[in-house]
């Protein structure tokens, strides 16, 4: 805490696209300050429209506010190319954050037991071998994206209730810029698919 209060406090930011070397005597260690502009966007690849197709627009908020805040995400469809493509998507969504925790968008039935693993996760299942993990499903808390009924589940050790975007503004509270990112979503979802609506969609989140 009295080193992070120092650099804030003490250290003046670099220019742009320099770096400051700190040597901490005490720590044996050497620290470097960088001040990089960033104009690149996530390189991967992924199509906007299929967020646009398969969710609904408070479903699009609330998997990104989970996500966030590095909750236990698992989305679930029948087609492994859907579940790649979209939660390779949402991932992208959060540049220029990035989701360093467990992320197995594609899993096969061996990996229903890491269900229960204490860190956060997005993980990927079709609906028959999530089901057949069954004996895993109340060992933790985590939510459930089932993409082709359109439906998020919160799941915990008692049972699994449906997730609204009001319940999920009273569990990690309320975005700041909801109601704007809620207007713009919804007046580009109307519009027909183009390269340049694709640009927009990611510029509302960018």
């Known amino acids: 805490q009295r080193l992070i209060s120092y650099f804030l406090n003490e250290i003046s930011i670099p220019p742009f696209n320099y770096k400051v070397q700190i040597n901490l ?19 991967t690849f992924f199509q906007v429209h299929l967020l646009l197709d398969y969710l609904d627009i408070d479903q ?3 998997i990104f506010s989970l996500i966030l805040l590095e909750k236990k995400i698992i989305f679930i469809h029948p087609k492994y190319d859907i579940l790649i493509q979209i939660c390779e998507s949402f991932v992208n969504l959060i540049y220029p954050f990035k989701w360093n925790e467990t992320f197995a968008p594609n899993c096969s039935e061996d990996m229903t037991k890491y269900i229960e693993s204490f860190i956060p996760f997005i993980m990927g299942f079709t609906e028959e071998i999530f089901e057949s993990g069954k004996n895993y499903h109340k060992l933790n808390e985590y939510y459930i994206v089932n993409i082709k009924k359109k439906v998020i589940f919160f799941q915990n050790a008692e049972k699994r209730t449906r997730f609204s975007l009001t319940q999920c503004f009273n569990t990690v509270g ?9 207007d ?12 340049k609506k ?5 510029e509302i989140f960018y």
Do not use: G, W
């Open 25 to 43: 005597e005490s720590k044996n260690r050497m620290i470097q300050l960088k001040n990089i502009i960033y104009d690149n966007k996530p390189n």
């Open 60 to 62: 699009i908020i609330i």
């Open 174 to 182: 309320k975005i700041p810029t909801f109601q704007f990112l809620r």
């Open 184 to 195: 713009e979503l919804r007046s580009l979802k109307k519009k027909p698919f183009t390269i």
């Open 198 to 202: 694709e640009k927009l969609f990611k």
